[in-house]
């Protein structure tokens, strides 16, 4: 439980005290629950761009922490006037004077770019000189973000040289601050310890599992000789069944399952529209073009017991936001015409759908929005809204991690003017396919134990700019009324609870027929045991 204690000292300035905490950069900020604001503000005090309503301040062995919260939404990386400042070794008279404090570091998350004071002298900064790391990486109303506690900014002089920070947030458009002017936040470093990371293992965990990746290869790549044994490497360690790959221009679909078959060994089956390439172990069914993407339906049945429809995905990239709105309401269209009776597929409710690829989400929110609920935002050329899970639901939006880092980004160009953000994405139908495991993976930052343990070299990930996204997924184990892996004593007390027509919840109808009977119990009976074993 992470504690921390406000004190009103002198210049009523908020001191807060903290835990080492778990926090993954990963854009949920669910992470902070347990975390106390150090600094609050009132909503309305903002003329223009982001009104800031809290701010809450945490640490690790290798970060410091900040979430940034505001009253409407805005764009953490562009089109603001943010400035983060940070007094590190809490002498008011060293760095740059601002705000009763003086800063040795000016942020300026806006701009991409920040300026390190130190003995006189200013050093400009990019993102990679002090590790910056900042999600969600589309308009949110919050944000939360990483600095190194280890960073060098002027590749000599330590950012943080104490135990503690001072620091305040303000917008130099509007003036609003957090905390309010006359005030910064004083942060003291904790001691202990975070709880020990969770390595996500690169083998299976079950054989029998169905593995997935997403990667954008960068312009043809593994057909170079440069970089050909990097992708090898990685895609050997991972060795998944089905691959959805993007940015292969100068290749064709054949050429890209050749180059898979030399690498993977076996028969593969292939389709591809433009830049993606889909290429899979089991027979590819039928394939179809939605505005410059792919769409897949896959023969997954001695996997998962049913087809698969796959959307391998490449929107438009940067500030293009009108295009990818229209790619992924297109996108959106085609899956509902898919699962409609007497539609172009006419898919039955137990076939999962799955959107992967490099969507190229910066910006604005709402083509997310579009994704995982339905909502088309034109809907008329692409048709009415829609709850696009069979069931009746949203999809699932999986956000995955490092293998042995809490950082959740799958683009990362150390030269380039952005950190490293979220732009792949594996959404899917979570009542019709369980997911059991995933991970991304970047080899510069794994251990020399892990690289070694799975055939890798740090410098893999830098084949591309992308990193390898994989994700697991079984059959739904229906049974499992309570989540638990296995179908027990649990499970049948509880469809014997709700035996009858279905009234307001329907625990157990496995059938989806209105009814918890006969049928269902049959089929909890048949499915006894570990889901894992079934």
Not at 87 to 103: F, Q, R, V, Y
Not at 178 to 204: C, H, L
Not at 313 to 321: E, I, L, R, T, V
Not at 333 to 361: H, T, W
Request: glycine content about 8%.
């Amino acid at each position: 439980m992470h504690r921390i204690l406000f004190l009103i000292a002198l210049f009523s300035q908020p001191i807060a005290w903290g835990d080492q905490q778990p926090i993954c950069i990963n854009g949920l900020l669910d992470d902070w629950e347990t975390v106390d604001s150090a600094a609050t503000d009132p909503i309305g005090d903002s003329i223009d761009g982001p009104d800031f309503v809290a701010l809450a301040v945490a640490d690790d062995d290798h970060n410091l922490f900040l979430k940034i919260e505001a009253s409407s939404s805005f764009d953490l990386s562009e089109n603001n006037n943010l400035r983060l400042y940070l007094d590190t070794d809490l002498n008011a008279s060293t760095g740059k004077s601002i705000g009763g404090i003086g800063a040795e570091l000016e942020w300026r998350p806006g701009e991409r770019s920040g300026t390190f004071f130190y003995a006189g002298n200013e050093t400009f900064l990019y993102h990679t000189d002090i590790t910056f790391r900042g999600q969600p990486t589309v308009t949110s109303h919050g944000f939360e973000i990483s600095i190194s506690r280890l960073a060098t900014p002027d590749g000599q002089n330590p950012l943080f040289g104490g135990s503690s920070v001072r620091l305040f947030v303000q917008d130099d458009a509007n003036g609003d601050r957090i905390p309010n002017a006359g005030s910064a936040v004083t942060y003291t470093f904790d001691v202990g310890a975070a709880p020990p990371i969770e390595k996500r293992s690169v083998p299976r965990k079950q054989i029998d599992e169905l593995r997935m990746i997403t990667h954008n290869v960068l312009n043809d790549r593994p057909f170079s000789n440069q970089w050909q044994d990097q992708f090898f490497r990685q895609w050997i360690s991972v060795r998944p069944d089905i691959l959805h790959l993007q940015e292969i221009y100068s290749h064709s679909t054949q050429e890209t399952e050749a180059l898979i078959e030399t690498c993977l060994g076996g028969t593969w089956f292939s389709a591809g529209h433009n830049d993606c390439k889909t290429i899979s172990r089991y027979p590819i069914t039928g394939s179809w073009s939605i505005d410059g993407n792919l769409a897949v339906l896959i023969d997954t049945t001695a996997s998962i017991g049913t087809p698969m429809l796959c959307i391998n995905a490449h929107f438009p990239c940067c500030s293009n936001d009108e295009g990818r709105q229209e790619e992924a309401d297109a996108v959106m269209a085609f899956v509902r015409e898919a699962y409609q009776p007497g539609g172009a597929l006419n898919l039955g409710d137990d076939v999962p759908v799955l959107i992967a690829g490099d969507l190229n989400l910066v910006g604005l929110a709402r083509q997310l929005e579009t994704l995982i609920t339905g909502d088309i935002a034109d809907n008329g050329w692409f048709g009415p809204d829609f709850l696009p899970d069979p069931d009746g639901s949203s999809l699932h939006n999986t956000v995955s991690r490092l293998t042995e880092q809490r950082m959740g980004y799958t683009w990362r160009s150390d030269n380039s003017w952005f950190w490293p953000g979220h732009l792949d994405y594996m959404i899917f139908s979570d009542s019709n396919l369980q997911r059991t495991h995933d991970f991304l993976l970047d080899t510069r930052e794994m251990s020399l134990d892990e690289l070694e343990g799975n055939d890798l070299q740090e410098q893999d990930s830098s084949s591309s700019d992308h990193l390898l996204f994989c994700v697991d997924f079984r059959q739904v184990c229906r049974a499992d009324l309570d989540n638990n892996g296995d179908v027990g004593f649990d499970d049948l007390i509880t469809l014997l609870t709700f035996w009858g027509p279905c009234q307001s919840e329907c625990f157990g109808d496995l059938n989806n027929d209105g009814t918890i009977g006969f049928a269902d119990l049959v089929e909890l009976i048949s499915s006894w045991g570990s889901c894992f074993q079934n």
